[in-house]
Nanobody, 127 residues
Framework: QVQLVESGGGLVQAGGSLRLSCAAS????????MGWFRQAPGKEREFVGS????????YYADSVKGRFTISRDNAKNTVYLQMNSLKPEDPAVYYC????????????????????WGKGTLVTVSS
């Protein structure tokens, strides 16, 4: 069983920055890709980005490319999402998600392919 605890959400002005964290436990964190999804009210959960098990490869949705950066600290079993230049369309509950293959390069971009979810952390952007 994998446990995921997201933190770092809050209220920020448009153009500002936030860093989200996700602490994972329950299996060998360093051997799996990790990623982030988000879900805005009334919308489907959508893929934000992912990072390979080694941290050498990252992938992003077009909507956040160039503004968001995913990183990981395998010694702390933690993955981060640095969000810069936040826009009015970015508010959502942000969830981290694990891949399901050892030494995987990415995670499923379809939320139906994710086996474990945390409670998420809320990001609000004021204009």
């Amino acid at each position: 069983q994998v446990q995921l605890v997201e933190s770092g959400g809050g209220l920020v002005q448009a153009g500002g920055s936030l860093r989200l964290s996700c602490a994972a436990s329950g299996r060998t964190f360093s051997m799996y890709a990790m990623g982030w999804f988000r879900q805005a009210p009334g919308k489907e959960r959508e893929f934000v980005g992912s990072i390979s098990w080694s941290g050498t490869s990252t992938y992003y949705a077009d909507s956040v490319k160039g503004r968001f950066t995913i990183s990981r600290d395998n010694a702390k079993n933690t993955v981060y999402l640095q969000m810069n230049s936040l826009k009015p369309e970015d508010p959502a509950v942000y969830y981290c998600a694990p891949g399901d293959q050892r030494v995987g390069r990415s995670i499923s971009r379809d939320p139906a392919g994710i086996n474990y979810w945390g409670k998420g952390t809320l990001v609000t952007v004021s204009s």
